[in-house]
């Protein structure tokens, strides 16, 4: 079958069901991480320390996708724009499916004793997984940024970050382990 995206009453994609989705999360994660940090900030004149300016998946081969297997190696990289230093900042990715509340990982650099001294300019700052064994299905990722000296958080987004996992419909729960059968 063939499948159409439309924004704002225009096709922007036509072509096979999966590259349409492909298409559409691509669009969406773009969007996303061109909008700016979604804390709100004391005073309406003062810009935020830090703002997010981008969250990228990175394959093995550092390509940039929105589906990733679940044996797959992968990166996220979160591009950040400093705007005053940061001595001891801390760094936590929450990991959510499109449907159900429940965080499925969080990965948090100061648990991991990490924590991240952040210069007034550009940083990308990278969490690295071997794989990701989770069910196929849409994923969003969530960013928090806090000072660890002053407790203030810097940046805390929705769980707007689009990923999918294709697992080839192999799995229908919350994991998708290696396994194998025998008789």
Same mark, same amino acid.
């Given at each position: 079958?063939?499948? +159409?995206? !439309?924004?704002? %009453?225009? +096709?922007?994609? @036509? &072509?096979?069901? &999966?590259? =349409? *989705? /492909?298409?559409? !999360? ?6 996303? =991480? ?11 004149? @003062?810009?935020?320390?830090?703002? !997010?300016?981008? $969250?990228?998946?990175?394959? %093995?081969?550092?390509?940039? *996708? *929105? ?8 990166? +996220?990289? !979160? #591009? ?6 940061? &001595? ?12 159900? %509340? @429940?965080?499925?990982? #969080? ?13 007034? &300019? ?5 969490? /690295? $997984? ?12 969530? +960013? ?9 958080? @810097?940046?805390? /987004? ?12 192999? =799995?229908?729960? #919350? ?9």
């Amino acid at each position: 079958g063939r499948t +159409v995206v !439309l924004e704002h %009453g225009a +096709v922007t994609f @036509e &072509g096979s069901p &999966g590259d =349409a *989705v /492909t298409h559409y !999360l691509r669009a969406m994660s773009q969007v996303y =991480a061109t909008r700016p940090t979604d804390m709100p900030v004391d005073d309406a004149n @003062e810009e935020p320390r830090i703002e !997010l300016a981008g $969250l990228r998946i990175l394959d %093995g081969a550092d390509a940039h *996708v *929105v589906w990733i297997g679940p044996r797959e190696p992968l990166r +996220v990289e !979160l #591009t950040l724009r400093v705007r005053q230093v940061i &001595g001891r900042a801390t760094v936590e990715l929450n990991l959510r499916r499109a449907t159900g %509340g @429940e965080n499925l990982a #969080t990965f948090n650099s100061s648990r991991d004793s990490e924590f991240i001294a952040l210069e007034p &300019g550009s940083h990308r700052v990278c969490l /690295t $997984l071997p794989a990701l064994p989770l069910g196929g299905g849409q994923y969003f990722w969530n +960013v928090r940024i806090w000072d660890n000296d002053s407790a203030s958080t @810097e940046v805390d /987004t929705p769980f707007r970050f689009p990923m999918v996992i294709d697992d080839g419909g192999r =799995a229908t729960g #919350t994991l998708a382990l290696d396994h194998g059968w025998s008789v």
